[in-house]
C-alpha cells in the first residue's frame, strides 16, 4: 500500500515514516527516522558507555531494532521514548561486556556540551566545566549517568525519565538527588566562583 503525503519528504511525521517502514519495507523512511534521532540517541549513549566506538554500535543496533520491531510500534504514540529505552537497555548490556574504560572522557563533554557560541570566555568557561562533568560522570554508575544525560541534556522530566527507564518515579528521583550531589561536590571542589550553574543546572 503506497503512502500518500504532499509532505516533502524530510518532513513526514514518525508515524507516518514507521507506516511506510511497515507497508512497503522503505529503507529511505528508516534513514530518514535514523537521521532525526541519530544525534541525540548517540549522544545519549555516549553519554552513558563513554565510548565512541560502543556509542555507534548502541546507535545502530538501535535503528535495527527499530527495523525489526515497526509493526509493533503504535504510531499515534511519541517515538523518541521507545528509541531512548531501547538506547539505555542497550548501552547497560554492552557496558556489562565490556573491559574498565581507559579513554579520556574530554571528547564526550565537547559533543555533549557543544555550541554555537564562539567567544573565548565562553569556550573557556565551558572547557572549565566540561571538565567537573567529566569528573562527575566518571565516579557515576551507568544507572546515574543515563538519568543525568536524559534529565540534563534532553530536557525530560522525571515523569517521563521513568517512563523511558520502566522503572518507579522515586528510583529516578533518588538517582538523580545522588548524580546532583556528586556534581555539586565536585562544583565546589573546582572553586568555580559565583553560583554553580551548569547550562540551568543550579542546586
Given at each position: 500500500m503506497?503512502i500518500?503525503?504532499?509532505q516533502?519528504?524530510?518532513e513526514r511525521?514518525d508515524?507516518?515514516?514507521?507506516?511506510a517502514?511497515?507497508a512497503?519495507?522503505?529503507?529511505?523512511?528508516?534513514?530518514?527516522?535514523?537521521d532525526?534521532?541519530?544525534q541525540?540517541?548517540?549522544?545519549?549513549?555516549?553519554?552513558?558507555t563513554?565510548d565512541?566506538?560502543l556509542?555507534?554500535e548502541?546507535?545502530?543496533?538501535?535503528f535495527y531494532r527499530?527495523?525489526?520491531?515497526a509493526?509493533?510500534?503504535?504510531g499515534?504514540?511519541?517515538?523518541?521514548?521507545?528509541?531512548?529505552r531501547?538506547t539505555?537497555?542497550l548501552?547497560?548490556s554492552?557496558i556489562?561486556r565490556?573491559r574498565?574504560?581507559?579513554?579520556?572522557?574530554?571528547?564526550l563533554?565537547e559533543?555533549l556540551k557543544a555550541?554555537?557560541?564562539?567567544?573565548p570566555?565562553v569556550v573557556a568557561e565551558?572547557?572549565e566545566?566540561?571538565d567537573?562533568?567529566r569528573?562527575?560522570?566518571e565516579?557515576?554508575?551507568?544507572q546515574?549517568?543515563?538519568?543525568?544525560v536524559?534529565?540534563?541534556?534532553?530536557?525530560?522530566?522525571?515523569?517521563e525519565?521513568?517512563?523511558?527507564?520502566?522503572c518507579p518515579?522515586?528510583?529516578?528521583?533518588?538517582r538523580?538527588?545522588y548524580a546532583?550531589?556528586?556534581?555539586?561536590e565536585?562544583?565546589h571542589?573546582?572553586?568555580?566562583?559565583?553560583e554553580?550553574?551548569i547550562?540551568g543546572?543550579?542546586?
Amino acid at each position: 500500500m503506497a503512502i500518500a503525503d504532499d509532505q516533502p519528504q524530510s518532513e513526514r511525521s514518525d508515524a507516518v515514516l514507521l507506516e511506510a517502514i511497515t507497508a512497503n519495507n522503505d529503507m529511505l523512511a528508516l534513514q530518514q527516522l535514523f537521521d532525526r534521532y541519530r544525534q541525540q540517541l548517540f549522544q545519549t549513549a555516549l553519554g552513558i558507555t563513554r565510548d565512541q566506538q560502543l556509542a555507534e554500535e548502541v546507535l545502530q543496533d538501535c535503528f535495527y531494532r527499530l527495523y525489526r520491531h515497526a509493526k509493533k510500534l503504535d504510531g499515534s504514540m511519541p517515538l523518541a521514548p521507545w528509541l531512548y529505552r531501547v538506547t539505555v537497555n542497550l548501552c547497560y548490556s554492552r557496558i556489562k561486556r565490556q573491559r574498565p574504560w581507559y579513554e579520556p572522557f574530554h571528547q564526550l563533554a565537547e559533543r555533549l556540551k557543544a555550541s554555537s557560541r564562539s567567544a573565548p570566555d565562553v569556550v573557556a568557561e565551558r572547557r572549565e566545566m566540561q571538565d567537573v562533568v567529566r569528573q562527575t560522570l566518571e565516579r557515576l554508575s551507568p544507572q546515574h549517568r543515563a538519568v543525568l544525560v536524559l534529565h540534563y541534556f534532553h530536557d525530560y522530566s522525571l515523569t517521563e525519565i521513568a517512563e523511558i527507564l520502566e522503572c518507579p518515579e522515586g528510583t529516578i528521583k533518588s538517582r538523580l538527588f545522588y548524580a546532583r550531589k556528586i556534581l555539586k561536590e565536585q562544583l565546589h571542589q573546582a572553586v568555580i566562583e559565583g553560583e554553580p550553574l551548569i547550562d540551568g543546572i543550579s542546586f
